[in-house]
Nanobody
Framework: QLQFVESGGGSVQPGGSLRLSCAAS????????IGWFRQAPGKGHEGVSC????????YYADSVKGRFTISRDGAKNTVYLQMNSLKSEDTAIYYC????????????????WGQGTQVTVSS
């Protein structure tokens, strides 16, 4: 089973920035499409962004388009989510996972979730 470790969350004011990291354990991230999901209190998991390096595809949900940027560093075996201009509605636990990634969407591949990283946007 592929394992991920998310980090980089925290508490910021509206308009602030955070960079989330997704590190792989025991496998090479470059071999897979990787995505970020989030779960706000009382809601289901929402696909936020994904990257499919083999196809040269990145996807962003409309709610984050223009504010979030996904990237990967093969040397560090890590995928990042740079989040700028954060809003209160971005408050959620953020998870990374292996995904199916298309230009118009993403879906999770495999079972289970990691521990996630909490992002809180509040004044």
């Amino acid at each position: 089973q592929l394992q991920f470790v998310e980090s980089g969350g925290g508490s910021v004011q509206p308009g602030g920035s955070l960079r989330l990291s997704c590190a792989a354990s025991g496998f090479t991230l470059d071999n897979y499409s990787i995505g970020w999901f989030r779960q706000a209190p009382g809601k289901g998991h929402e696909g936020v962004s994904c990257i499919n390096s083999r196809a040269g595809i990145t996807y962003y949900a409309d709610s984050v388009k223009g504010r979030f940027t996904i990237s990967r560093d093969g040397a560090k075996n890590t995928v990042y989510l740079q989040m700028n201009s954060l809003k209160s509605e971005d408050t959620a636990i953020y998870y990374c996972a292996r995904v199916h990634c298309w230009a118009r969407g993403t879906s999770k591949a495999g079972n289970g979730w990691g521990q996630g990283t909490q992002v809180t946007v509040s004044s």
